[in-house]
């Protein structure tokens, strides 16, 4: 399994892009990106997951460089709302039901002040 | 967000008495997993199952047990429950047919041990 590197907490400002980086400096072939996103008192939620160079959705970007040897999550315009803890997963997620791509880790806690 | 209930949301009880925790999803998703959640540690992996009576051991799954007679169900077991299991804990759930292998989560269960 490819260990994860995240700091383990971050600050900012609302309105503010925020970048987490996780390295991943074994990260095998089959293996994806993925990250969540977890408030108090609930559970993870996926935030976006991808393999390699840039993708997009709604509520942020995940940038990939060529070696793939670590990723960044890329909040744009913060508001309070976005203070959660950040987990960046690495593992092959279709190998079936094994529990490849499923550790955790402590995760980056980003405080957005306003 | 996929239907998956944890049940009960708190409990207390004294050491050496046996805890049951429930989790119910309603999305037929083929594969469940159970966490632990404590402060510096970030998510476990406690057990995961891959289909109806198939389980597998995660990362800390000593004193810990799980069945799946269902595939709505996946029950976790504390045999005799000890102070080290104060925890927090997380089901999770996700479908053999997505192409993302995004992770649904419960709400979680906090359980105190005296």
């Known amino acids: 399994l490819a260990k994860t590197t995240q700091p383990i907490s971050m600050d900012s400002y609302e309105g503010q892009e925020v970048n987490i980086t996780c390295s991943h400096n074994?990260?095998?072939?089959?293996?994806?990106i993925t990250w969540y996103q977890q408030f108090p008192s609930q559970g993870p939620r996926f935030i976006i997951q991808g393999y390699k160079t840039k993708v997009t959705n709604e509520v942020a970007s995940l940038f990939i460089p060529a070696d793939r040897k670590s990723s960044t999550l890329s909040l744009p315009r913060v508001s309070l709302s976005d203070t959660a803890v950040y987990y960046c997963?690495?593992?092959?997620?279709?190998?079936?039901?094994?529990?490849?791509?499923?550790?955790f880790g402590k995760g980056t806690h980003l405080i957005i002040q306003p | 967000d996929a239907g998956i209930t944890q049940s009960p949301r708190h409990k207390v009880t004294e050491t050496g008495t046996p805890v049951t925790l429930r989790c119910h999803q309603t999305?037929?998703?083929?594969?469940m997993y159970w966490y632990r959640q404590d402060p510096g540690h970030g998510l476990r992996l406690i057990h995961y199952s891959y289909g109806v009576k198939d389980t597998d051991k995660g990362e800390v799954s000593d004193g810990y047990s799980v069945s799946r007679s269902k595939t709505e169900d996946f029950l976790l077991t504390l045999e005799s429950a000890t102070s080290s299991q104060t925890s927090v804990y997380f089901c999770a759930s996700r479908s053999s047919g997505t192409n993302t292998g995004e992770l649904f989560f419960g709400e979680g269960s906090r359980l105190t041990v005296l």
């Open positions: 999305e037929n998703h083929r594969y």
């Open positions: 074994n990260i095998a072939t089959n293996d994806y």
């Open positions: 997963l690495v593992g092959e997620m279709y190998s079936g039901g094994g529990a490849d791509g499923l550790t």
